[in-house]
T-cell receptor, first 109, second 114 residues
Framework: KNEVEQSPQNLTAQEGEFITINCSYS?????LHWLQQHPGGGIVSLFM???GKKKHGRLIATINIQEKHSSLHITASHPRDSAVYIC???????????FGTGTSLTVIP | IAGITQAPTSQILAAGRRMTLRCTQD?????MYWYRQDLGLGLRLIHY???????GKGEVPDGYSVSRANTDDFPLTLASAVPSQTSVYFC?????????????FGQGTRLTVV
């Protein structure tokens, strides 16, 4: 059983499209993290949120604690956004993350 | 440059050999983690350390050991490598394990055991 589920697994979009990646979790959490991994590259933290919404440039992350759901949105997508996006839940108890298996995004020029 | 550094970036290793993956951070973070990343399985925790001098087992600890002699370094050792340990290994750190703090990841070590 996966405590964190992401959808879709793979996503292809045209440049300029609005993109949404979803994350659902089944455990009580203290925070939800969104991570980005470029092909062959390291992992970078994009957002850490425990309520509401955060925005950084063209990226927006939202979380609904009651529904145990978070979304990552990318506005005006660009080929450089092509990467794997990983959702990670930090549970209320314990100190280890539960990771989703990632969403592979490809933005075509 | 502040951050978290892993070495080597890639390695081909003969089965049965011993190997230590190095991880160093200069952010004075208390919590450090080792993950392996495999296709379709995502990131899985191997071992963790909440503070210098302490370590704990994660989801997939068998065949691996760690030490945390000081705050900065958290090496991961494969005592006798097997092909199933072929993976990409990521080291990560956070300021504290019990607080909502951002996680920082190394660039990864791609290990192939043949």
């Amino acid at each position: 059983k996966n405590e964190v589920e992401q959808s879709p697994q793979n996503l292809t979009a045209q440049e300029g499209e609005f993109i949404t990646i979803n994350c659902s979790y089944s455990v009580g959490i203290s925070a939800l993290h969104w991570l980005q991994q470029h092909p062959g590259g390291g992992i970078v933290s994009l957002f850490m949120l425990s309520s509401g919404k955060k925005k950084h440039g063209r990226l927006i992350a939202t979380i609904n604690i009651q529904e145990k759901h978070s979304s990552l949105h990318i506005t005006a997508s660009h080929p450089r956004d092509s990467a794997v996006y990983i959702c990670a839940a930090h549970p209320n108890t314990g100190n280890q993350f539960y990771f989703g298996t990632g969403t592979s995004l490809t933005v075509i020029p | 440059i502040a951050g978290i550094t892993q070495a080597p970036t890639s390695q081909i290793l003969a089965a049965g050999r011993r190997m230590t993956l190095r991880c160093t951070q200069d952010m004075r973070h208390n919590a450090m983690y080792w993950y392996r990343q495999d296709l379709g399985l995502g990131l899985r925790l191997i071992h963790y350390s909440n503070t210098a001098g302490t370590t704990g087992k994660g989801e997939v600890p068998d065949g691996y050991s760690v030490s945390r002699a000081n705050t900065d370094d958290f090496p991961l050792t494969l005592a006798s490598a097997v092909p199933s340990q072929t993976s990409v290994y990521f080291c990560a750190s956070r300021r504290d394990s019990y607080m909502n703090t951002e996680a920082f990841f190394g660039q990864g070590t791609r290990l192939t055991v043949v």
